[in-house]
Nanobody
Framework: QVQLVESGGGLVQAGDSPRLSCVAS????????MGWFRQVPGKEREFVAA????????ENEAYGEGRFPVSRDNVKNTTYLQMNRLLPEDTAVYYC?????????????????WGQGTQVTVVS
């Protein structure tokens, strides 16, 4: 089992660049791929990014190149999602997720472990 706790998010201004954090526990951090998804009401959960223990990453560039870079601190068992130049259409609930290797770009059912989600609301 893996427990995931997200933090960050909230109400932000368009153009801001906040960062989300996710702390993992319950399993050796080196064994798991960490991922981020987002969801708006009425739509499926969408893949944003994922990263392995060694730093290999996949980022969904449909949102714009370099807009949602993912990183992780293996000492702190924490993964981060940097959100750059946010737009109102980035408003969503953002979820941290985890799975065993190998890394995959979603879909959501490929990740068995989930955090509670954190709301990000972007206002112009």
């Amino acid at each position: 089992q893996v427990q995931l706790v997200e933090s960050g998010g909230g109400l932000v201004q368009a153009g801001d660049s906040p960062r989300l954090s996710c702390v993992a526990s319950g399993r050796t951090f080196s064994e798991i791929v960490m991922g981020w998804f987002r969801q708006v009401p009425g739509k499926e959960r969408e893949f944003v990014a994922a990263i392995t223990w060694s730093g290999h990453k996949i980022e969904n560039e449909a949102y714009g190149e370099g807009r949602f870079p993912v990183s992780r601190d293996n000492v702190k068992n924490t993964t981060y999602l940097q959100m750059n130049r946010l737009l109102p259409e980035d408003t969503a609930v953002y979820y941290c997720a985890a799975r065993s290797n190998p890394i995959v770009p979603g879909p959501a059912y490929q990740f068995p472990y989930w955090g509670q989600g954190t709301q990000v609301t972007v206002v112009s």
